[in-house]
């Protein structure tokens, strides 16, 4: 006989066995698991009704930013558009003659850059240059305005070679100028109106057209030609002043 016990007999096998439920009961057990785990979501009208408006409302937010950023990125371009022709208007605006133009306007007490904006606007800088009125020179003197004053500087009337001199022309030029500014205290918008149309058109619209009977704006300023030619002496006066003196 052995030392070790025999190992226990095995339980009978009814006793092993366990029930197993029926058909029926087993399909019963499925669907409840089904029941107990599935998930299921409703919603009412009126939520759905919230739900779409923010759906709405984020489209529409979406579609304003976008719009937000073209404008944006075209006032950046239109920006950067205007900074380069500015830039090349800046270019265009030389300033030749330069010491003649100092020298003369310290002599009748004016802006030189004003005086420069005068001689780019009437003849950019040509000295021969003649209009189709008959306006010659730097500054661009018609004839009757020349034979005023060419003998106040020991010039002959008659001799109308000399204005197209440089220097006669600005000398000449300033003095006009000067005589201009003074009878309008010094406004740019009349000296340039007047210097261009004549002080009696002048007098004539601060009469009709001034709101304080002493000045102009440009937008008062009757004659297409003059107010366009006042408007860009302003634009050549201002940059002559920025980058000149």
């Not at 939520?47 to 719009?67: E, K, N, W, Y």
Request: glycine share 4%.
């Amino acid at each position: 006989m052995s030392n070790y016990p025999y190992p226990a007999p095995p339980p009978p096998a009814a006793a092993t066995q366990r029930k197993t439920p029926s058909g029926r009961n087993r399909r019963s057990n499925r669907n409840r698991k089904k029941k107990k785990t599935g998930f299921s979501f409703s919603i009412t009208w009126w939520q759905g009704c919230i739900l779409l408006l923010m759906v709405v409302a984020l489209m529409m937010t979406a579609f304003s930013a976008r719009q937000a950023k073209i404008s944006m990125d075209t006032l950046l371009d239109d920006r950067e558009t205007a900074l380069r022709e500015y830039e090349r208007e800046v270019d265009r605006h030389q300033v030749k003659y330069r010491e003649w133009i100092e020298y003369y306007a310290s002599v009748y007490e004016i802006d030189p850059a004003f005086v420069a904006a005068i001689i780019k606007r009437e003849s950019d800088y040509d000295p021969h240059a003649v209009s189709y009125a008959g306006a010659m020179g730097l500054m661009q003197f018609m004839p009757d305005s020349f034979e005023w004053i060419a003998p106040k500087f020991g010039i002959s009337a008659d001799d109308k070679e000399a204005i197209y001199e440089p220097e006669n022309a600005i000398k000449m030029g300033c003095y006009l100028l000067s005589y201009i500014t003074k009878k309008y205290d010094g406004d740019p918008i009349l000296t340039a109106c007047a210097y261009h149309a004549g002080w009696g058109n002048v007098d004539s619209w601060i009469k009709k057209y001034s709101t304080d009977g002493k000045t102009l704006t440009i937008a008062q300023i009757p004659m297409d030609d003059t107010r366009y030619y006042a408007g860009k002496v302003l634009n050549a006066y201002a940059i002559y002043q920025q980058y000149y003196y």
